[in-house]
């Protein structure tokens, strides 16, 4: 899918496939300028698949990082606890 230039909110998502099997996801959302609590689903642009993978150490405050993987590609990470939840890209 091709995002277009824009204000996007982006979250992490639980989204239960089969019970009690959960698949991480990283949720691109359309509404932006709220406060967390007011999520409208309706409004996702998109969910993409995260793949965990546990932190060397303890990330005490959320980190989102940016990371270039080679020639057009990328990385979203975010770490907080024990955790990282990492969604690959593509720039088109």
Not at 14 to 36: F, H, M, S, Y
Not at 37 to 45: G, I, K
Request: proline share 8%; hydrophobic share 40%; charged share 15%.
């Amino acid at each position: 899918m091709l995002i277009c230039p824009g204000k996007y909110r982006a979250q992490q998502g639980l989204a239960e496939e089969r019970p009690p099997l959960i698949t991480p996801q990283l949720v691109i959302n359309k509404q932006v300028g709220q406060w967390g609590t007011s999520y409208n689903q309706a409004q996702d642009l998109v969910r993409v698949p995260v793949q965990m993978s546990p932190t060397p150490e303890h990330v005490e405050d959320l980190t989102i990082t940016i990371r270039n993987l080679d020639a057009g590609r990328g990385a979203f990470d975010f770490a907080w606890g024990l955790q990282v939840a990492t969604a690959t890209f593509t720039v088109m």
